[in-house]
């Protein structure tokens, strides 16, 4: 993070394409805009730009009061699910006899273009602009050096026609970018793939998350990317099998076959209430924290192996087993209150297709329905390579 020396040389010079400051303590659309400006560094300094609120133009300190409440809600822009995919930025308070000033630091993405609410924002010196069509190119492009995770790299053997044109144009993209930059676009199908990191210019294929999201049979690619739910009559896998069915297909397919999995396996029972003169119905787990839960393993899951997601109902508890450990800055520490994003893309489709509405709470969205429904806390066990949750049956 900046320090205190290093904030008060920004203070003295002129505002430029790593420096935006502003007076304003509420303006949500400014604040993000900026965010997404810096982490895409069109001008490729690869290094951190600032938002500084409680300054003026000419770099007087305004006399502005920071508040946790105004910390937070600078926080709040990474979970919101209006910037994606998510930048890396912190939030720090700096008090000065003349006033405070709150601090974005935010850092170049590894995955450009950064977009908010369907926008590509980049700096221009000291201006912020929507980006041209070249320059959301240039950065589509600078991206590919710098692709770390799984998702964004080609799928080598695949071509164009494996994905779903029809699927890419009435599921997805009037969702993930505005209505004006649709009207206005007359790029060809592939740079447009290729912007919302679908499609990789160079080697002229898909990437894996093209391929994951719309193609038909991600599985001829990827051969574990699928959900297997098996229902058990006995307390192990030995018991007898009363029902088997696989969630497949490209990703809103699977997401829309997991509801349909979960809801005609939600068991009701009757339970007496007020001194056992009225019945109310209950459920043996919490669909929110099941369909959390589910989501969770699909987005975070190791898509390089060979096996599914695992998501087995025994008569007195389940189990949700996928691929892959903790990752990135995710300890066993630090879980489940850190965040780390193995498939960033596939996290953004998942916002842009409804399934996910803030990032880094459906753990404790899950928590919390567990509770609510008089459910054990669920139980988390991880190594390298896997991830498992268990839930208990809720007991009367």
Sequence with gaps: MITEPELLSLLADLESDRVERTISTSNTDKFAQAVCSFANDLPGHRKPGYLLLGVEDDGRLAGLKVTDDLLQSLGALRSDGNIQPIPAFTV???????????????????????????RVYIRIGPRRATASEQEERLLTERRVSQALTFDALPCLESTLTDLSEDRFRLTYLRHAVSEEVIAENGRPLKVQLASLRFFDLRQDCPTYAGILVLADRPMHYLPGAYVQFVRYAGPDLASEVLDEKRALGDLRTMLQTLDLIVDANLRQRPVAVEGGFVETMIHDYPRVALRELLLNAVIHRNYQSTAPIRFYCFPDHLTIDNPGGLYGDVSPESFPRATGYRNPIIAEASRVLGYTNRFGQGIARATKALELNGNPPAEFAFDQSSFRVTLRRRKD
């Design 92 to 118: 720090a308070r700096f008090s000065f006899p003349s006033g405070d000033v709150a601090v974005v630091e935010v850092l170049p993405a590894d995955l450009p273009p950064v977009r908010y609410k369907g």
